[in-house]
């Protein structure tokens, strides 16, 4: 692993390169360029601010805060999947003219994503800091979190860019996969709103855990009452699933990389 790491690192010429081509299509012709990924927060938080607060009264304080708190986190997750499904495919070009390690091309969509998130992030600290928010109490956390997450985003996404080569209806499934997967964890409901022996069932899903800690960084430091970061058993558990979908998708990638040519 150590090896790989440092090949990986040789070429970090290519994976900067692909990843700034990645940025540069998802912003091409646009007036303010990274300025969306400032904007779609905000404008999000707004939105939904107007439905769920004047429109809807889901009777949630501050519904938008409570959305973006852990929606935010489930986009990186999500579009670096559902984009990078079709990753190898797309660059087939590259991958019959030249040598590299090919898990380059699937790390390109996790990096621009990761960084799309963080510039979301910011807006959202933004909005928070205007909204009275203390979250910077917790902050120190916010790190770690998004470091383990990671694990879980490449996992997902060597896995899935990898196994598409070969069956290529699984792109059209990710969509459908990823929706399941958004309604299973606690993005746009509370945990307490689930029946408690169901509970278990959605801490298996380590979004669940994660998108806990996010909120409890963001949102229930103004609203403690809901507050309660997972124990430390859903978080082992988490971090452990997260490292076996992480080492799982490595070895797949792996495992079939050298018929990637002769298949696209």
Request: hydrophobic share 55%; charged share 10%; aromatic share 18%.
């Amino acid at each position: 692993m150590a090896s790989k790491i440092g090949t990986l690192f040789s070429y970090r010429e290519l994976l900067f390169s692909l990843t700034k081509k990645e940025l540069k299509v998802k912003y091409r012709g646009s007036v303010l360029g990274f300025f969306w990924s400032l904007l779609n927060p905000i404008l999000t938080m707004l939105v939904y601010s107007f439905v769920f607060s004047i429109v809807m009264r889901g009777g949630i304080e501050e519904f938008a805060v409570f959305l973006l708190s852990a929606l935010l986190p489930f986009n990186f997750l999500s579009n670096s999947v559902n984009y990078g499904a079709g990753s190898i495919i797309s660059n087939s070009n590259l991958i019959n003219k030249i040598y590299f390690p090919r898990e380059i091309i699937p790390l390109s969509i996790v990096l621009s994503n990761l960084i799309n998130f963080l510039l979301e992030l910011v807006a959202l600290f933004i909005a928070l800091t205007v909204l009275g928010y203390k979250f910077y109490i917790f902050l120190y956390l916010l790190p770690v979190v998004i470091f383990v997450q990671i694990f879980l985003v490449v996992g997902m996404t060597l896995l899935v860019s990898a196994l598409n080569v070969f069956f290529r209806d699984l792109q059209h499934l990710i969509t459908i996969i990823m929706m399941v997967w958004f309604f299973g964890t606690p993005v746009i409901y509370p945990m307490s709103m689930v029946p408690e022996k169901y509970q278990v069932i959605l801490k298996i899903n380590p979004m669940t855990v994660y998108a806990a800690y996010y909120r409890n960084i963001f949102y229930f430091v103004k609203y403690p009452e809901g507050a309660g970061f997972p124990g430390l058993v859903d978080t082992v558990t988490a971090v452990g699933i997260t490292l076996f979908i992480f080492f799982i998708g490595y070895f797949v990638f792996k495992k079939l990389e050298h018929r990637f040519a002769e298949e696209i």
